[in-house]
Every structure is written in structure tokens, then in C-alpha cells.
T-cell receptor, first 115, second 114 residues
Framework: AQTVTQSQPEMSVQEAETVTLSCTYDTSENNYYLFWYKQPPSRQMILVIRQEAYKQQNATENRFSVNFQKAAKSFSLKISDSQLGDTAMYFCAFRGFSGTYKYIFGTGTRLKVLA | DTGVSQNPRHKITKRGQNVTFRCDPISEHNRLYWYRQTLGQGPEFLTYFQNEAQLEKSRLLSDRFSAERPKGSFSTLEIQRTEQGDSAMYLC????????????FGQGTRLTVV
């Protein structure tokens, strides 16, 4: 069974600085999708960035980028130029390419951006 | 498109009562998911549908939980004989059966069992 592990329950970063959130996963599949979701306090979960495992190039969305290491089964999120609005829970998620289409989430990292 | 809509947003019920939640997915999405989230935890998978077919149900889901998606449109999640341990946020999400592959989430229904 696939699992997703986020080993950093809480992190903080100064405004305008860079922070990296870690995620590891376990799967026997070769093709799959990885996601980072953001859940601000009392607000709904939104997608930050997605990565297809068959793509070697790391995904980037504005200030957000990932470091995808397929062999190591590692998928970290880097937030550059952190803003106060980045304060939220961040969840790493996995979805297989075939078979079951459920999304499996990690336990999350609570990120606080300090002014 | 208004996104994934869930109703009610909040529900307080007495232990032993039945509750039903509704989810309206994004209209062109054929997959619909239910998750449960407790404070400080990640979403826990409950079940998902492809069109009207319920394709997978978590083995952690007791027989008191049932979900339907008639005609492949909206979905309902019913909890019978609620227990205090059922108190949680219940999230609904939907996705296309093709790219893009991400799930879009609703704002959730917060259930409190007293």
C-alpha cells in the first residue's frame, strides 16, 4: 500500500526568506502523480503544485517549486520569498496512475510565516 | 463554475442521531471523493465514485457510513447512529477522469457530535 510521510509537523520562516518542506512516499508503481496542497486556517484546501512521475523536470509555479527525487521517493516543496499569506497547513499527496484513483495524504506541515 | 459545494457547512447533532451531508462536484468532473479530517491531521480517505459507481470504500469505514451518487451528479454521505468519535471535518473533492489530475476540494462540513 502507498504511504506518504511528512516528518516536519511545524515550521516557521521569516517573511521574504526561503523554506523547504519535506515529503517522502512509498509505492511500487512506476507512474504516479504527486501534489502539494495548501490549507489556510479555516479555509478550503487548494492545489499548490503537481508533479507527474514520468516527467524528469521539476515542476515550478511562481514562488513554489519542487525537488522530485524518484529513486529516493522524495518530493520536497520549496517556497521562495515567503509571504504572510503562505501561512497554512501544507499536505503532500500521492495518486496512482492506474488502478485505484484515490489520493493519499501525509499528516501535514504547519507553516508559519513571521513578519 | 462555482467549484465544489458542500452543505451544510456545520452540523451539531446528538449522539445516536443520523446525519446526511451533501456534495455538489464541479459539473464536468466524473470522480467524486469523500475524506474525513480531524484537527491537525491530513485528510483520511473514506470512499470514491466514478460517475455513479462506488469504486472503493475504506476498510476503516464502519457500516454506519454510507455514500451514494445517484445519476453521477451530487453525492450524499450518511452517518447512522452517530458517535462522539465521528466528530470531524468531512471533505468532498472531485476530479476529471483525465488531465489535469488534481482533486478540487469543497469547504467541508464540520460535524460535532454531542
Amino acid at each position: 500500500a502507498q504511504t506518504v510521510t511528512q516528518s516536519q509537523p511545524e515550521m516557521s520562516v521569516q517573511e521574504a526568506e526561503t523554506v523547504t518542506l519535506s515529503c517522502t512516499y512509498d509505492t511500487s508503481e512506476n507512474n504516479y502523480y504527486l501534489f502539494w496542497y495548501k490549507q489556510p486556517p479555516s479555509r478550503q484546501m487548494i492545489l499548490v503544485i503537481r508533479q507527474e512521475a514520468y516527467k524528469q523536470q521539476n515542476a515550478t509555479e511562481n514562488r513554489f517549486s519542487v525537488n522530485f527525487q524518484k529513486a529516493a521517493k522524495s518530493f520536497s516543496l520549496k517556497i521562495s520569498d515567503s509571504q504572510l499569506g503562505d501561512t497554512a497547513m501544507y499536505f503532500c499527496a500521492f495518486r496512482g496512475f492506474s488502478g485505484t484513483y484515490k489520493y493519499i495524504f501525509g499528516t501535514g506541515t504547519r507553516l508559519k510565516v513571521l513578519a | 463554475d462555482t467549484g465544489v459545494s458542500q452543505n451544510p457547512r456545520h452540523k451539531i447533532t446528538k449522539r445516536g442521531q443520523n446525519v446526511t451531508f451533501r456534495c455538489d462536484p464541479i459539473s464536468e468532473h466524473n470522480r467524486l471523493y469523500w475524506y474525513r479530517q480531524t484537527l491537525g491531521q491530513g485528510p483520511e480517505f473514506l470512499t470514491y465514485f466514478q460517475n455513479e459507481a462506488q469504486l472503493e470504500k475504506s476498510r476503516l469505514l464502519s457500516d454506519r457510513f454510507s455514500a451514494e451518487r445517484p445519476k453521477g451528479s451530487f453525492s450524499t454521505l450518511e452517518i447512522q447512529r452517530t458517535e462522539q468519535g465521528d466528530s470531524a471535518m468531512y471533505l468532498c473533492a472531485s476530479s476529471l477522469g483525465q488531465a489535469p489530475t488534481e482533486a478540487f476540494f469543497g469547504q467541508g462540513t464540520r460535524l460535532t457530535v454531542v
